[in-house]
């Protein structure tokens, strides 16, 4: 069986109403459970939260893992035993996939870029698409 996530309360902030003519932004994190402070707020992830979280997106980074959603509406449908029958809830969206994406180093976003190294002789330079600095957003 895959290995997945999940959250079976979902629900949104208001109603979602997306078109198929237009295109979105999806945006996920890593995160662990925090510790809340005396004033009701999470505090910060310590610094080994923080790594343990930054090892496990390098480690899919670097395998190329990537995630995909699905959106089920549930229903009161129960199976033979008497529990949910999630195999009923109907589909409503589908997200797929998320993948990780490149560190911002800030080093080099104002950094100058270097010119395009020239192919052998005889063949071809591969394509170059422009860089797209969006900070991780």
Known sequence: MPVNFSNTKFRPKAAISLSPDKEYRILGFLGMKKEWG???????YTDFQQQQIDNIFHQMQTAGIDISLVVYEKNNAVNAEGKPDVQSYPVVGRIQPLFTNRPFDQSQAQAPQA?????????????????VNDNGW
């Open 115 to 131: 010119p395009p190294a020239q192919a052998p002789q005889g063949q071809q330079a591969p394509q170059q698409t422009a860089p």
């Open 38 to 44: 005396n004033d009701n707020l999470p505090l910060p």
